[in-house]
């Protein structure tokens, strides 16, 4: 399962993905992830986050993996909050200096 909960502001909006742990490793969490930030993308977000406890170092590390920063949550100090800064997939495709997580995500969604 995975799905983006929009801000009332329509500039940011935070994910959500649950899979079963026989499920794990095989690459579907990097697809509904890329799903997640093709959505954000289309809606012209500017960021989408998720709140992780520390002790859920696969997420963390899955999260880093795609370019998300780590940030002290808010509203939580006991959660890690995980922030993809989105760019329009336009200006992300005709810029020569990407990001790594841009290159990333981008190389993946174009196959």
């Known amino acids: 399962m995975a799905r983006l909960v929009l801000h009332a502001d329509s500039e940011q909006a935070e994910f959500s993905i649950v899979l079963a742990d026989q499920m794990q490793g095989h690459g579907i969490g990097t ?14 977000l500017n960021s989408i986050y998720g709140d992780v406890l520390p002790s859920n170092q696969s997420m963390l590390s899955f999260c880093k993996g795609l370019g998300f920063a780590g940030h002290a949550c808010p509203d939580d ?21 990407n990001s790594p997580a841009e290159n990333h995500l981008l190389a993946r969604q174009m196959g």
């Open 77 to 97: 100090d006991r959660l890690y909050r995980m922030v993809l800064n989105i760019k329009p997939a336009f200006q992300a495709r005709s810029r020569a200096c």
């Open 31 to 44: 697809q509904l992830m890329q799903a997640l930030v093709g959505e954000a993308r289309r809606l012209g």
